[in-house]
């Protein structure tokens, strides 16, 4: 069996830059012992496991905090909890993606131009939440503009525009927030998904853009595997395979990813040995 | 045989503008013999043949006019044109449609916003040779915005942003530009094309939203003709025919509507008897 990787994997830009963020502040003695984030700061479990033996404690919410730092997550936070920071003097750290700021200030700008604002995402994902905060009560207008979650599929997205089409409005517009990297790696797992028959998607189970390579997967027909690290690997998943693709998402260390592959690697061996 | 005529007829207001606009300026004692339309005023030959006998010279370009007043039609005109005839200094009479006019400023407006501008139309048509000498040179953006003639059909311009939406873009912006006359006599043909088996289609041959409801009828598969006067119709188009649907286009007078009705019922009546 052959194994294909994509070859771009890694952090992403504001993966990245949160984690440094979060580094930096733990860094700070003046912050020691008193280092929150406000959800997951990535979505990747292993990689906030990690910051967590480092000292970041992760909340809910801001209730029972007295000092300290609190940093945003990458996703992003409402309106009302970042007030809520400000308000109880705690140290506030941004480490919201400069893309997904990017698309607040959008919605900014279309509600301060009486847009009604449409967002095509999951509404549970806390990208979203901070969006629909900003949009706020929907306004009555037949000046329509759509954005999306950062991490959607074009297809999926291209679907929701399809419907808003057939609505009546003076204008429509569409905004592309889809960012850079997560349009990469749906590319590269499509094209991966011509060659293979078994597909393995290395992310958190949380993590938005990772889960929509799998889907973008389960839509071509192809066995697929969500997993967060090589354990969850099993010899089945490869049996009678040809190639199996190898994707992750944009908050997966790159050593997870590499993991993965020398575990494939070794149930393949072991496969061809048992024969 | 039944025969169903649509409920709403007769010119439209950028129509029924522009023919008062035409009609006064030919009272004025000042313009007598020196009355020039650009083009048809309207795209209605039997409304245009009618001016003419008042005095309306129709002009395909200044370069021979010293004196008087120059009409610009109700569809519009380049700017370099519009120019031309300040610079002459002949009294320039503007009869552009306001839903026109609207569409004008739409254009101005994302331009110096630095839009890249589609126009789906019709390229030979006035209207939007008028929006191409607006648009000018095709910017290079990644920000489209997307506008249709007035008197386009919805279905035919979804088609076309159905392709745009295909292309990279940040932004997509996408204006419902076709007028409510014209989509309202669209819907109606629409509806009257689930009873009826022939369809006539009343009005200038050169009008592009009468085109457009022949074009409607005609991708129903439904018999259909188009005609400017009740001289053009004949009997055989009614042969073995349940319904016969009346629809006229936005610049078509209502006593032709009204000729064209009778003219079917006596040709039907005709039959009868015939058999």
């Known amino acids: 069996m052959r194994i294909k990787i994509a070859s771009h994997s890694g952090f992403c830009f504001g993966v990245k830059r949160a984690i440094n963020i979060a580094e930096r502040t733990l860094k700070e003695s003046r912050h020691t012992n008193n280092t929150y984030s406000l959800g ?50 705690l140290d506030l750290i941004d480490a919201t993606c400069p893309f997904v700021k990017n698309v607040h200030n959008i919605v900014r700008d279309l509600k301060s131009s009486g847009y009604r604002i449409v967002i095509i995402g999951d509404k549970k994902h806390p990208e979203v939440k901070a969006l629909l905060g900003l949009v706020g009560r929907e306004a009555k207008s037949n000046k329509i503009a759509v954005i999306s979650q950062t991490t959607q599929s074009k297809d999926n997205y291209l679907k929701g525009v399809a ?19 997560t349009a990469h790696r749906q590319a590269l797992t499509r094209d991966l998904l011509k060659e293979c028959d078994v597909m393995v998607v290395v ?19 192809v066995d697929s595997y969500h997993i967060e690290t090589d354990a969850e690997l099993k010899e089945e998943y490869f049996r009678r395979k040809g190639c199996a693709g190898v994707v992750s998402g944009a908050s997966t260390p790159d050593e997870l990813v590499k993991k993965v592959v020398k575990k494939i690697k070794e149930l393949n061996l072991k496969r061809k040995r048992g024969k």
């Open 203 to 221: 992310g958190g189970k949380n993590s938005a853009n990772t889960r929509r390579l799998w889907h973008i997967c389960k839509e071509r027909g």
């Open 163 to 181: 419907g808003l089409l057939k609505k009546d409005f003076s204008e429509l517009r569409i905004f592309n927030t889809i960012c850079n990297d």
């Open 40 to 89: 997951s700061i990535i979505h990747n479990p292993q990689v906030v496991g990690d910051l967590s033996k480092k000292g970041l404690k992760v909340i809910s919410g801001i209730n029972n905090i007295k000092k300290g730092a609190v940093i945003i997550s990458s996703h992003g936070a409402t309106i009302e909890v970042i007030e809520k920071i400000k308000k109880k003097r």
